[in-house]
């Protein structure tokens, strides 16, 4: 029927509008439940495609926090809550209106974006040479955006696994084409709002080893990982094979490449990232049940290790927060790019130099800087032999900023200073001078005269009010601003509390988690409902300075499976630890607690595992070995996955190695002390293995080694283990509730290895990191004899057991 009137006219010209306008939105539709682009379905606007699974999704975004109206092509996690993109393909050309702007397969089968009404130049290309078939672009679920050949999806021309941004994710290949002698790489953004490349950069070398780079007018590497011995690179042990991810390094004809996998469904979402603001390689997990990104390793683990981290006039301090700040008589060139990672332009001069050379009232000065990382790039002035010719060369040329004098002769810095860290505290620290207008020591002149002429002048009433007001101000403005500062715990950085922060963070410390050896720990909350678990410290013994260079010894310390130091107090008498709070609780809630699911099998070989590599790794792989002098399950602690995670290392140290005090409070614990230590003999790490093989035996029985069996009778399951062991009768050895569900091999290598760790001689005791490859099963166990001290061990527990009941009746 032919529509002749205007009224038909008009209806069927409605009709077919909202026809067009809804096959128009059944085509986006389609197109956003899609992975795939092809040459007739391209993406504009608020368009995207999804991976099949739904684990990630590509389209054009604006960088969380970004003000300005810049637009990028990326891939981003579907699932989380945090939105997190891992790859950008226009990183240093963002468009400004999506809406005019169409990513396409184009004529010659490339991938491209476009922009200003999809007719001007290409702002982005896959640049590949593709085949004369049809092309599609196809979004996987492991985050991997391959252009292949539409009918043939083994015929890939390229994907964005070959081309990373700042993000390796698990299945990408990473490394160094033999063929091209071209490295990928990973550059950080250039903020945490500008995916444009920044400044620092990762790649594998023709060795086979990582390097770090950070570019300050040339490349510069600040940080190698090291070789790969086949299990881990020598410098990050962290990367031991765990059950969560599976590390491998492969050298083929062409190329050699780093991969890894996530073995742990709980982690499937993890990446490798390069941080903006630390210049730190991370590995980050992302954890449902806190809603946020867990950090699992960081090298270089000191970010004042990063080249440059503070940019030019900058210093590094490890132990503040922020860890960067500008020289004396210096400001922060750019506050906005500051705050948010990007410090490349770093600080300027608040006065400038009168450079005159000449010896008056308005000459430069220097401001002595003591313990400090001189910076680089200094210029040896052998010839001059004292410090006075030191600097009057230094003065005399206007370039020089600084001069340093010392036994090996005199230096001086022209230009910027670059890679300064104060408050270094150790060998190689040294004393800077650095070059300042004479107007910086005269305002510090003038406020003191001022002072006492207010003094003098008999106002005293008015000069205190006044100067209260303004202390109280300053004192107002400071902790304002570190409250600020505190409210987020940045990863991998020590926050330096005051005492009322965490008073407040754990209500007063009202809900105690536990008491040990070296104090009570509190739960807490930090502002952004980030859980902390506090440790009140007990029987220090150190001053304030040795105590936070320790502190830093500790916070530099990680591993996988050894609990994060976040932060610290040192306010007085006062010395509190912030620690990264473990919501499965500890190893033997889990053990002991009959309201708890039990574990099964597999998970306390995996934690007996985990456990091994944190004290192997404190052991052997520290700069300064550490003995942890009290290992038991209530020490160990469990995250949302049951990964263990070693407590309290290292403070036997802060509490100046007092073990005749550690020792009695230990006892409390009955069963895990080495006989060498109760007879008062030198102690090595071969205590904190006999103490591992005592917790090993309750991995197994699920009971306290100590058991109550009777009215009066006691069984010490040690020397019941060590008995079956002999006779070759384990069976009846595992935890009743298993129901006998447990692999048999791993059963027997733990059984043994429990009776190796606690024999009298520590010399037939084996080392943690034997004690890790036998778990793995790469070392061969054999059968154990009985030690004697067992026996010994038993009859006096029993003794003085039922001396107790005698006289409690």
Known sequence: MACSSSSIAS????????????????????????????ANQPLSGNQNITSKDGNFRLGFFVPPGSSSPSYYIGIWYNKISAFTPVWVANRATPVTDPTTSELRISGDGNLVLLANNFNASIIWSTNSATSNSTVVAVLLDTGNLQLRDESNSSLVFWQSFDHPTDTLLPGAKFGFNKITKRSQRLTSWKSKIDPAPGIFSFAMDQEGSFQYFSFWNSSRTYWTSGLWDGRIFSQIPELVPVYIYNFQVVNETDKNYFTYSVSNPNYFKSRCVIDP?????????WMENSNSWLLFWAQPRSKCSVYGVCGSFGSCHDLSTPFCTCIKGFTIKSQTDWSLGDRSQGCERVASLQCSGQNNSEEDGFFKMEN????????????LGNSQDCEQACLSNCSCNAYSFNSTGCFVWHGELLNLQEELNELGAGTLYLRLAASEFQTSEINKKRMVAHISAGVIVPSVVVCLFIIGALVWKRERKRAIQNSKVVQNSLVSFMYDELRIATKNFSEKLGAGGFGSVFKGSLPGSIDIAVKKLEGLYQGEKQFRAEVSTLGAIQHVNLI???????????????????????????????????????????????TARGLAYLHEQCRDNIIHCDIKPENILLDDALLPKVADFGL????????????????????YIAPEWISGMPITTKVDVYSYGMMLFEIISGKRNLMHTGESSFEFFPLVATNKLVIGDVKTLLDQRLEGKANSEEFE???K????????????????SQIVQALEGNLDVGIPPVPRSL???NESWTRSINSSSSHQD
């Open 277 to 285: 603001d630390s210049g730190q390689i991370q590995q980050l997990t």
């Open 652 to 671: 036997a140290k802060l509490v100046g190695r007092n073990f005749s005090k550690v020792l009695t409070t230990i006892r409390g614990s009955r069963g």
């Open 564 to 610: 994060r130091l976040i932060g610290f107090c040192s306010q007085g008498t006062k010395k509190l630890l912030a620690y990264e709070f473990m919501p499965s609780g500890s190893l033997a809630d889990h053990l002991f607690r009959s309201n708890l699911n039990v574990l099964d099998w597999k998970t306390r070989y995996q934690i007996a595992i985990g």
């Open 372 to 383: 400090v990382r001189l910076p680089d790039n200094s210029l040896s002035l052998a010839m």
């Open 791 to 793: 026996q010994a061990l």
């Open 11 to 38: 209806s069927c010209f409605f009709f077919f509008f909202f026809f067009h306008l809804s096959f128009s939105l059944l085509q986006l539709s389609s197109s956003a439940s899609t992975d795939t682009i092809s």
């Open 753 to 768: 290895l429990a009776c190796w760790c606690i024999q009298d001689d520590e010399n037939s005791r084996p080392t943690m």
């Open 749 to 751: 290598i733990a059984c």
